[in-house]
């Protein structure tokens, strides 16, 4: 079964200051996953997704995550943080199987300070 | 604009009730999803739906359980509400086969069971 591990429940930068939100998952299968964003009582919405084309993703707002099979890693990052990028951030993956569904990391809490 | 509706963006109740969670979308997607969120615990799989009158469980599926007649309308269900199940509930949907689509998640339910 596929899981996700998301490294710090909290994470804080100044403003300008690189992002860095870790994810590692495992998976018995080539995994599919995703980062999406939950912005103060509002609901979730996809940042970014990874299904194998490349390794490099790119996604809204400037964030990019970048999958690494050895280390079984998908860290999402950011050059330069803004005040509006404060949020919540979750990580989850899916095997891509018809009748399965995705699985959320607990989630990290990112605080950005002017 | 795609929409997944929650029915109450707040809901109260006491211990033992019965409690219905509805979500529509207009999206005409084949794949529906109940998850809860708790502080620190991120999103927990509670049942989904891949087809009309079709339903899989999550990871958490005590004390729920869940309908599906239509398409467009996937219900949660605590037959006899605890404590333990105050959370905020989260619908989502979407399409294909695969899971590696993008979901559309509601604004979600905080439910408070008293």
Known sequence: AQSVTQLGSHVSVSEGALVLLRCNYSSSVPPYLFWYVQYPNQGLQLLLKYTSAATLVKGINGFEAEFKKSETSFHLTKPSAHMSDAAEYFCAVSEGQAGTALIFGKGTTLSVSS | ?114
């Open chain 2, 1 to 114: 604009d795609v929409k997944v509706t929650q029915s109450s963006r707040y809901l109260v109740k006491r211990t033992g009730e019965k409690v219905f969670l509805e979500c529509v979308q207009d999206m005409d997607h084949e794949n529906m999803f109940w998850y809860r969120q708790d502080p620190g615990l991120g999103l927990r799989l509670i049942y989904f739906s891949y087809d009309v009158k079709m339903k899989e469980k999550g990871d958490i599926p005590e004390g729920y359980s869940v309908s599906r007649e239509k398409k467009e309308r996937f219900s949660l269900i605590l037959e006899s509400a605890s404590t333990n199940q105050t959370s905020m509930y989260l619908c989502a949907s979407s399409t294909g086969q695969s899971t590696n689509e993008k979901l559309f998640f509601g604004s979600g339910t905080q439910l408070s069971v008293l």
